[in-house]
């Protein structure tokens, strides 16, 4: 039988009718492709279940009959290459890597019978029964009847493959689109055909939301999957459609888990007066928002530590914005430029430099909390001259009392060793 000329052009552009007579012994193909480099094509495709296999025969049926190669280094002629992408675009499944390359090139298969008039009865029925098992896999078992009532018809098994994954057509039964129930269940896939992206095959698609799943038990967030496995796939699709990969998607809520959900409450709790009011749910769906990259995650959760570590010493609350830029220039938590002990300096020395400023205002030194984060947090010279200008504006002084006050320089060495100013 002839393969359709209308799937070939879909899938492999510019491609006429195909031939009905097998190629001359000695053919000339432009473009051409040897066993070697269709190989190389086809054994980049995933590999799915040997399940699928009895999906793919008619469509390899059809090109064996009408692409035959005089011998393994022979050129594949285009029919044979449209056969690759008419498979590939269909979802066929590959019992091994290189299988369609030996079904394309005629050796060690044996044709199936594509429609209901000519073939092995069992073998077009056992199609049938791996196109309803692969259906249920993905999570489509309801279409079983649609499958049926298309081989009744007439149609052939990779026919009902391609009907059931990209045919608009409306089933006559249910006033749907045949690709209706596929669509919505890959709906991610749409999303990202949207935005320029690859889709992803059914295989890699899957395996993304079985590893979204398992990320939110392993942090003990199961609770946020639903019952329903119809509303877990909705929201998976929205993290396929903004392509979350499965690793980022686990580094994000480790992120979340580890910093803010199960740290110090003083922390969750000034991220939630920092970036709204959020529940333990609403924080992870804050941590995977697409307009919401790692690193800014990351930076929010740094400025919820600074702001904590300032108010663990009992110092002013530090704002949003003021934490958020000591975060984006590098304070952290505990690491180099350490948050907790640069605000235990400032414990230390801002209440002196603060009296001190006030003092000697006259002198327009003014040693404030920003000016001692600037010191302590960022290493500013500017902030630690002016807390060494008050210190010597205090000794001057007292060193002039002390021959009027014997008492002055240890009243003087009082004042500025007290809080090691």
Avoid: C, H
Avoid at 236 to 258: G, H, L, M, P, Q
Avoid at 319 to 346: C, F, H, P, T, W
């Amino acid at each position: 039988m002839a393969i359709d000329p209308a799937i070939l052009g879909r899938y492999f552009g510019g491609v006429g009718p195909a031939p009905v007579a097998p190629p001359p012994p000695t053919p000339t193909v432009s473009p051409s492709l040897t066993k070697a480099q269709l190989t190389t094509a086809m054994n980049a495709n995933a590999v799915k279940s040997k399940a699928d296999l009895s999906a793919a025969a008619s469509s390899i049926t059809a090109v064996s009959e009408q692409a035959k190669i005089v011998n393994a280094n022979s050129p594949v002629n285009e029919t044979a290459i449209a056969q690759a992408e008419v498979a590939n675009a269909a979802g066929v499944a590959l019992e091994q890597p290189g299988g369609a390359v030996n079904q394309a090139l005629g050796t060690s298969w044996t044709p199936m019978a594509t429609s209901s008039t000519g073939g092995n009865a069992d073998q077009r029925s056992d199609a049938f029964a791996a196109l309803i098992d692969l259906f249920t896999s993905y999570g489509l078992g309801d279409l079983s009847g649609t499958i049926t009532d298309l081989m009744t018809a007439g149609e052939s098994s990779s026919g009902a493959l391609v009907k059931l994954k990209y045919s608009k057509e409306i089933n006559p039964k249910t006033q749907l689109p045949y690709n209706a129930a596929y669509t919505a269940r890959f709906a991610g896939n749409a999303s990202r055909v949207s935005k320029g992206l690859n889709a992803l095959t059914e295989a890699q698609y899957i395996s993304n939301e079985d590893a979204y799943a398992e990320t939110l038990r392993a942090y003990g967030l199961g609770n946020m999957l639903s019952t329903d496995r119809t509303a877990n796939q909705k929201k998976f699709a929205d993290y396929i459609a903004n392509d979350v990969s499965s690793t980022e998607f686990a580094n994000r809520i480790k992120t979340a888990s580890d910093s803010v959900i199960n740290a110090d409450p003083q922390v969750m709790k000034t991220f939630q007066q920092y970036y709204g009011g959020l529940t333990t749910s609403d924080l992870v769906s804050y941590f995977l928002a697409p307009d919401e990259t790692l690193p800014m995650l990351q930076q929010k959760v740094s400025a919820s530590e600074i702001g904590t570590a300032a108010q663990e010493q009992g110092l002013g609350t530090t704002d949003k914005a003021r934490s958020e830029y000591l975060a984006k220039m590098g304070v952290n938590q505990a690491g180099g430029m350490s948050a907790i002990s640069g605000y235990q300096n400032i414990a230390d020395v801002l209440p002196t430099g603060q009296k001190l400023s006030s003092i000697y205002k006259e002198a327009g030194i003014n040693y404030d909390q920003t000016t001692a984060e600037n010191e302590y947090l960022l290493q500013n010279a500017n902030a630690a001259t002016k807390r060494k200008q008050l210190a010597s504006l205090e000794r001057a002084k007292f060193s002039g009392d002390a021959g009027i006050n014997p008492q002055a320089s240890n009243l003087a060495s009082a004042r500025t060793v007290q809080g090691k100013f």
